[in-house]
């Protein structure tokens, strides 16, 4: 945290961005391509249990490595000092086990293009950030909402193209539970962590996520077991079947690429400035990748290019990076 604190935020976000754009290449490969022990692709959810133990494990490597959990809250437990989360960040946590498995979820669905499926889940957490900002009486700057208004001006340009919000049921319900799982935590972060303070950066990271992991598998785990339906028989798949598939080694490339991406995405979000400046900058940043992993997976794997809407939006939404990287520092020499 400290080595990442030296580089410019920009920075910080142009390593989110190579580290995304793998994760969505790598996700949406294993989706459209067929897994022989299946005869077909992997759904979303075959793919969610390695991809998300993988990440469990890498994280808590981090935290123990990194000596990160020095700065979480602890309690005492016989000889040992654990750490624990306080009520905040265990709401957030519960807030980041429905992100962890939407995410992955929603560049899976067949029919549906990753930078439409992102521009939808993105363009409501960009509505929410400033009225977190403004319920917390943070101020919003200009520049901000200027940004937002781009990246939502991005969104109405696809969702135009597309002849509107055409998504199958699974898909809706995938961005509902994305964005209610961001609105608790924007509100958590913004109420204990938006502060400056690296060591709160620290605390709230090792805290968040050592509830949000272990929740979002064992929800998996309890559908699986329940044996209702087809997904629980995609999930069964994932947790017992996907570890001797020909498949395991992209899935934990997800898993491990997720990690990465986790431990940037806190950086970015609890640099102390409003929500509405943090949150465009992350999720433009996202949302180029989606389309720059689209173009390359066509260039080179004979996927299918982005439409010229989607194009016309990523422009775009570079636009909204450039004007939050340069507004800020004109801003200062006034």
């Known amino acids: 945290m400290t080595a990442g604190r030296k580089l410019s935020l920009e920075a910080i976000v142009f390593f989110y961005f190579l580290s995304y754009l793998p994760n969505v290449m790598i996700t949406r490969w294993v989706a459209t391509n067929p897994e022989p022990t299946l005869g077909r692709p992997?759904?979303?959810?075959?793919?969610?249990?390695?991809?998300?133990?993988?990440?469990?494990?890498?994280?808590?490597?981090?935290?123990?490595?990194?000596?990160?959990?020095?700065?979480?809250?602890?309690?005492?437990?016989?000889?040992?000092?654990?750490?624990?989360?306080?009520?905040?960040?265990?709401?957030?946590?519960?807030?980041?086990?429905?992100?962890?498995?939407?995410?992955?979820?929603?560049?899976?669905?067949?029919?549906?293009?990753?930078?439409?499926?992102?521009?939808?889940?993105?363009?409501?957490?960009?509505?929410?950030?400033?009225?977190?900002?403004?319920?917390?009486?943070?101020?919003?700057?200009?520049?901000?909402?200027?940004?937002?208004?781009?990246?939502?001006?991005?969104?109405?340009?696809?969702?135009?193209?597309?002849?509107?919000?055409?998504?199958?049921?699974?898909?809706?319900?995938?961005?509902?539970?994305?964005?209610?799982?961001?609105?608790?935590r924007l509100a958590v972060m913004t109420r204990i962590a938006k502060n400056g303070d690296e060591a709160m950066v620290r605390r709230y990271f090792v805290e968040e996520k050592m509830v949000a992991l272990p929740l979002s598998i064992l929800i998996l785990a309890l559908i699986s077991a329940s044996g209702i339906g087809g997904q629980a028989g995609e999930l069964e798949w994932g947790f017992v079947g996907a570890w001797s598939s020909s498949a395991v080694w992209a899935l934990v490339a997800i898993g491990t690429t997720l990690t990465v991406i986790s431990v940037i995405a806190i950086i970015i979000l609890l640099d102390p400035r409003e929500n509405a400046y943090c949150v465009p900058l992350e999720r433009a940043a996202s949302l180029v990748a989606g389309v720059g992993g689209t173009i390359l997976l066509a260039w080179f794997f004979g996927g299918t290019m982005p439409r010229s809407a989607e194009l016309v939006g990523a422009a775009i939404l570079i636009g909204a990076i450039v004007l939050l990287s340069v507004a800020p520092r004109l801003s200062r020499k006034k």
């Not at 990246?151 to 696809?158: E, Q, S």
């Open 42 to 184: 992997l759904t979303g959810l075959e793919t969610l249990p390695v991809s998300l133990i993988v990440n469990l494990i890498l994280t808590y490597l981090f935290i123990w490595l990194s000596g990160w959990h020095r700065d979480a809250n602890k309690v005492q437990v016989g000889k040992w000092r654990i750490p624990c989360p306080d009520k905040y960040t265990l709401l957030s946590g519960f807030g980041t086990s429905l992100v962890l498995f939407t995410v992955p979820l929603s560049y899976t669905f067949q029919g549906v293009s990753i930078p439409f499926i992102q521009l939808i889940m993105r363009g409501d957490i960009l509505v929410i950030a400033p009225l977190v900002d403004i319920a917390f009486g943070r101020r919003v700057s200009w520049f901000s909402w200027t940004a937002l208004g781009m990246v939502l001006l991005a969104l109405v340009i696809t969702l135009t193209d597309r002849g509107g919000l055409k998504l199958p049921p699974l898909a809706i319900l995938t961005v509902v539970l994305y964005t209610i799982g961001y609105f608790l």
